[in-house]
């Protein structure tokens, strides 16, 4: 059985890479509610701390029922007010809100804003489920529009026909029966840039004009805008070179300050984005930016997935959207005069850097069409290599990949470089790093911005099956990244590490063997001839029968029957050739892997196999430097001898011994002197 840590879906991989350049992202929608209606909503909420998702799973929960209490308190933080609370939080307006009461403080400011008055005055009910005509009377009293309400009639029809004259209810299909979080939301976000009314006669007859002013820009202080990013840290779209700090962007020839995080990864998007001035450092802030799809749209194409590029002015891209099960492939149009983004930095477009001559990028190709022509306007190549974490200097800032990669430095001292180093979206410190980090890393052309992510993900089993393009590990299919050469057999077992694409980076299978080593001393087949039964000697030293299961595998080759195997493992007299071997049996218990050990007494190397790596004649063990002959053994070096087992100790002299890849085996063990049966 696989043990998957944190495996990520194709999805959020996906998101991962487009927002590699990220250095920290100060607040995250609700995964809940990405790819539907209240995606956006619920970002700008949370951007302006209205409403965000729950404390314990972060989920937005757009569909369910909202209380009360909970939509005093969205009621109150819409207007700004969110730090009267605390002070209100003791004071006694209604019966039923008891002292400790969490929205105790939140309704009291709405009681005093005359935003509720609930039932007769005393009872507010802070547990039950608002109904819409109720929220419709909190948003709209929020606004100003109580006297127009009251014209058109009162609770309830005044307050629904006014909230649906001014915009409340936009987006909200049904204004009947309790409110759901979603319609909170809907109501919330539209109400902060409708335009307010305000008293402006205070005669006997009182008069309200609806006037210029909204919630967002007059109460809040913030700015709706909407335009293109065109600078970072790390470049600018023109080409030239940005002199810009990296919590900084440039948005229609501003620059502002980033507080998100997220518009860092956003060159070249046209983006709807909320800013305020920061009156203490004169900063302009961004508090959240978002893709603008009314203007754009955007397109990304797994790296392995582009067939060709053809074209010189308007370049064809032809791509696999699946190349797993689609028939044929797409193809999209690319600008004559398309700006290309490589690992971050601008650089001149060149197709092979989409596509090289000989095989694919790793990585992800994201396209953006920004009037919505058809024709691509901006792409953005994000190529990445693997490195993994072997160790780490904490001096030079050395990291040393395990596979003997230079060393990538990422010196924080070092001004020819700009880097970051994030885990899941979130910056992460050079001294967290540790053995088996899989580390993706895009460099520029100059090698002079890199952008590293660190994945932690790993799946721990077996592998189940081989194909073309696919690793099954107990079932679960991965792909192995372009940093792993070494061959991934039938049968392996180990922890397998993912990087940041869900490919396997790395393998870590040095306990690949371990008790699983038996000395196979008989086989035979069973009475009706379509099974057999194999003896075993186990390295705890226990005899087995075990059963052989209907198809087993065989150094690698499966599908095999028990007979066949038999016929490789007897001898020409019908009778077995006794050797040392590793199993694995299946939940029944049945023999189901069988691996004997590969010749490999010419002096090669292969730690992939279980391998007979000499023959010994004739070797001494020397307790005082633990060795048999020329070769390192320990406590827990196994020993076989006439059908025994076990470890070897201090004071043994052994003959005629195979060694074997990790473990030993011996014909016959004599204590300095004095020869010794094992029975």
Same mark, same amino acid.
């Given at each position: 059985?696989?043990?998957? %840590?944190? @495996?990520?879906?194709?999805?959020?991989?996906?998101?991962?890479?487009?927002?590699?350049?990220?250095?920290?992202?100060?607040?995250?929608?609700?995964?809940?509610?990405?790819?539907?209606?209240?995606?956006?909503?619920?970002?700008?909420?949370?951007?302006?701390?209205?409403?965000?998702?729950? @404390?314990?799973?972060?989920?937005?929960?757009?569909?369910?029922?909202?209380?009360?209490?909970?939509?005093?308190?969205?009621?109150?933080?819409?207007?700004?007010?969110?730090?009267?609370?605390?002070?209100?939080?003791?004071? /006694?307006?209604?019966?039923?809100?008891?002292?400790?009461?969490?929205?105790?403080? $939140?309704?009291?400011?709405?009681?005093?804003?005359?935003?509720?008055?609930?039932?007769?005055?005393?009872?507010?009910?802070?547990?039950?489920?608002?109904?819409?005509?109720?929220?419709?009377?909190?948003?709209?009293?929020?606004?100003?529009?109580?006297?127009?309400?009251?014209?058109?009639?009162?609770?309830? +029809?005044?307050?629904?026909?006014?909230?649906?004259?001014?915009?409340?209810?936009?987006?909200?299909?049904?204004?009947?029966?309790?409110?759901?979080?979603? =319609?909170?939301?809907?109501?919330?976000?539209?109400?902060?840039?409708? %335009? =307010? =009314?305000?008293?402006?006669?205070?005669?006997?007859?009182?008069?309200f004009e609806v006037v210029d002013k909204t919630i967002l820009n007059d109460v809040l202080n913030v700015t709706k805008e909407?335009?293109?990013?065109?600078?970072?840290?790390?470049?600018?779209?023109?080409?030239?070179?940005?002199?810009?700090?990296?919590?900084?962007?440039?948005?229609?020839? +501003?620059? $502002?300050?980033?507080?998100?995080?997220?518009?860092?990864?956003?060159?070249?998007?046209?983006?709807?984005?909320?800013?305020?001035?920061?009156?203490?450092?004169?900063?302009?802030?961004?508090?959240?930016?978002?893709? *603008?799809?009314?203007?754009?749209?955007?397109?990304?194409?797994?790296?392995?997935?582009?067939?060709?590029?053809?074209? *010189?002015?308007?370049?064809?891209?032809?791509?696999?959207?699946?190349?797993?099960?689609? %028939?044929?492939?797409?193809?999209?149009?690319?600008?004559?005069?398309?700006?290309?983004?490589?690992?971050?930095?601008?650089?001149?477009?060149?197709?092979?850097?989409?596509?090289? @001559?000989?095989?694919?990028?790793?990585?992800?190709?994201?396209?953006?069409?920004?009037?919505?022509?058809?024709?691509?306007?901006?792409?953005?190549?994000?190529?990445?290599?693997? $490195?993994?974490?072997?160790?780490?200097?904490?001096?030079?800032?050395?990291?040393?990949?395990?596979?003997?990669?230079?060393?990538?430095?990422?010196?924080?001292?070092?001004?020819?470089?700009?880097?970051?180093?994030?885990?899941? !979206?979130?910056?992460?410190?050079?001294?967290?790093?540790?053995?088996?980090?899989?580390?993706?890393?895009? /460099?520029?052309?100059?090698?002079?911005?890199?952008?590293?992510?660190?994945?932690?993900?790993?799946?721990?089993? +077996?592998? +189940?099956?081989?194909?073309?393009?696919?690793?099954?590990?107990?079932?679960?299919?991965?792909?192995?990244?372009?940093?792993?050469?070494?061959?991934?057999?039938?049968?392996?077992?180990?922890?397998?590490?993912?990087?940041?694409?869900?490919?396997?980076?790395?393998?870590?299978?040095?306990?690949?063997?371990?008790?699983?080593?038996?000395?196979?001393?008989?086989?035979?087949?069973?009475?009706?001839?379509?099974?057999?039964?194999f003896s075993l000697l186990t390295a705890s030293g226990e005899k087995v029968e075990l059963t052989a299961a209907e198809k087993?595998?065989?150094?690698?080759?499966?599908?095999?029957?028990?007979?066949?195997?038999l016929t490789q493992i007897l001898d020409g007299e019908g009778k077995v050739k006794a050797q040392m071997v590793t199993y694995?049996?299946?939940?029944?218990? #049945?023999?189901?892997?069988?691996?004997?050990?590969?010749?490999?007494?010419?002096?090669?190397?292969?730690?992939?196999?279980?391998?007979?790596?000499?023959?010994?004649?004739?070797?001494? $063990?020397?307790?005082?430097?633990?060795?048999?002959?020329?070769?390192?053994?320990?406590?827990?070096?196994?020993?076989?001898?006439? #059908?025994?087992?076990?470890?070897?100790?201090?004071?043994?002299?052994?003959?005629?011994?195979?060694?074997?890849?990790?473990?030993?085996? !011996?014909?016959?063990?004599?204590?300095?002197?004095?020869?010794?049966?094992?029975?």
């Open positions: 059985m696989s043990k998957v %840590k944190k @495996a990520v879906s194709f999805a959020v991989v996906m998101m991962m890479l487009i927002s590699m350049f990220v250095p920290v992202s100060a607040f995250k929608v609700a995964e809940d509610v990405k790819g539907t209606e209240f995606e956006s909503t619920a970002a700008i909420l949370g951007a302006l701390s209205i409403m965000v998702g729950d @404390a314990q799973t972060g989920n937005f929960r757009p569909e369910d029922e909202i209380l009360r209490s909970e939509v005093a308190t969205v009621a109150v933080r819409t207007l700004g007010l969110d730090n009267l609370a605390a002070s209100f939080a003791n004071k /006694k307006v209604f019966n039923d809100v008891v002292e400790g009461h969490w929205g105790n403080g $939140y309704i009291n400011v709405a009681a005093s804003q005359k935003l509720v008055v609930g039932d007769d005055g005393i009872h507010f009910r802070p547990d039950d489920p608002i109904t819409v005509e109720e929220a419709a009377v909190i948003f709209t009293k929020l606004l100003g529009y109580e006297n127009k309400a009251q014209t058109n009639g009162g609770f309830p +029809t005044g307050y629904m026909i006014t909230a649906n004259s001014i915009g409340l209810f936009d987006g909200i299909k049904n204004t009947e029966g309790n409110a759901s979080r979603g =319609m909170i939301a809907h109501m919330a976000e539209n109400a902060l840039e409708i %335009k =307010m =009314m305000e008293q402006t006669g205070f005669g006997s007859i009182p008069t909407y335009g293109q990013i065109t600078a970072n840290m790390f470049t600018r779209l023109n080409g030239a070179s940005s002199s810009l700090k990296n919590d900084q962007v440039e948005i229609n020839e +501003t620059i $502002y300050t980033d507080l998100t995080g997220t518009a860092t990864s956003l060159l070249g998007y046209d983006v709807m984005y909320l800013h305020r001035n920061n009156k203490s450092t004169g900063n302009k802030e961004i508090l959240l930016a978002l893709p *603008d799809k009314s203007s754009m749209s955007e397109l990304t194409i797994e790296g392995e997935n582009v067939v060709a590029i053809t074209g *010189d002015t308007i370049r064809k891209v032809e791509y696999w959207e699946n190349k797993d099960t689609d %028939k044929k492939t797409q193809n999209v149009s690319i600008s004559e005069k398309a700006v290309m983004i490589y690992n971050g930095v601008t650089t001149a477009f060149d197709s092979t850097l989409m596509k090289p @001559a000989t095989g694919t990028i790793s990585g992800i190709i994201h396209l953006i069409d920004s009037d919505k022509d058809d024709i691509y306007d901006v792409v953005n190549v994000a190529s990445y290599e693997n $490195y993994v974490v072997e160790e780490i200097s904490t001096v030079s800032y050395k990291i040393f990949d395990k596979y003997e990669k230079n060393p990538l430095t990422l010196d924080p001292e070092d001004k020819t470089i700009k880097f970051t180093l994030t885990k899941d !979206g979130a910056n992460y410190k050079f001294e967290d790093l540790k053995e088996w980090d899989v580390l993706s890393v895009a /460099k520029s052309l100059d090698g002079r911005a890199l952008h590293v992510m660190v994945s932690q993900h790993s799946v721990e089993g +077996t592998v +189940t099956e081989l194909s073309k393009n696919y690793v099954y590990i107990d079932g679960e299919k991965f792909k192995v990244a372009d940093n792993y050469t070494k061959t991934i057999q039938l049968d392996d077992q180990g922890v397998f590490y993912l990087d940041h694409y869900n490919r396997i980076a790395a393998v870590d299978n040095k306990t690949r063997f371990a008790d699983q080593y038996a000395y196979l001393y008989d086989a035979y087949a069973t009475t009706s001839g379509r099974s057999a039964t087993m595998t065989l150094n690698n080759q499966s599908g095999m029957k028990p007979s066949e195997i694995e049996t299946n939940e029944a218990g #049945q023999l189901r892997v069988l691996s004997t050990a590969q010749d490999l007494t010419d002096g090669s190397i292969n730690d992939k196999v279980f391998g007979q790596n000499a023959v010994l004649t004739e070797a001494e $063990y020397r307790a005082n430097v633990n060795k048999l002959g020329k070769y390192n053994v320990s406590e827990s070096t196994i020993a076989c001898c006439n #059908q025994s087992a076990f470890i070897i100790t201090n004071g043994h002299i052994i003959h005629s011994v195979v060694k074997y890849q990790r473990r030993f085996i !011996g014909s016959s063990f004599q204590r300095k002197g004095k020869r010794i049966s094992k029975s």
